[in-house]
Nanobody, 116 residues
Framework: QVQLVESGGGLVQAGGSLRLSCTAS????????MAWYRQAPGKQRELVAH???????NYADSVKGRFTISRDNAKNSVLLQMNSLKPEDTGIYYC??????????WGQGTQVTVSS
């Protein structure tokens, strides 16, 4: 049963923008810290940004000032607006929900490729 559905990845030139979206069921979304992780080829998965149910956000140093995470409560979605993209932002981006602080859910991943 798919509980997190992602969309919005693709190929973009350096300096460009993409917006990722992840939709969850209402009950999951309302109970979860939502986050985006990414995994580059040959590297470990890393946290990109997270947002709490109270809209507190946190970002990896590498994306601060370029990426913005937000919640769309009407659509049970978490968005990641990515601007000024760099080739090193390339990877598979995964949506994550930490439900009631104990249960981890993952999306299927969406590919982001930034060409130089």
């Amino acid at each position: 049963q798919v509980q997190l559905v992602e969309s919005g990845g693709g190929l973009v030139q350096a300096g460009g923008s993409l917006r990722l979206s992840c939709t969850a069921s209402g009950s999951i979304f309302r109970a979860s810290i939502m986050a985006w992780y990414r995994q580059a080829p040959g590297k470990q998965r890393e946290l990109v940004a997270h947002i709490t149910t109270g809209d507190t956000t946190n970002y990896a140093d590498s994306v601060k000032g370029r990426f913005t995470i937000s919640r769309d409560n009407a659509k049970n979605s978490v968005l990641l607006q990515m601007n000024s993209l760099k080739p090193e932002d390339t990877g598979i981006y995964y949506c994550n929900a930490l439900v009631f602080g104990t249960r981890n859910l993952w999306g299927q991943g969406t590919q982001v490729t930034v060409s130089s």
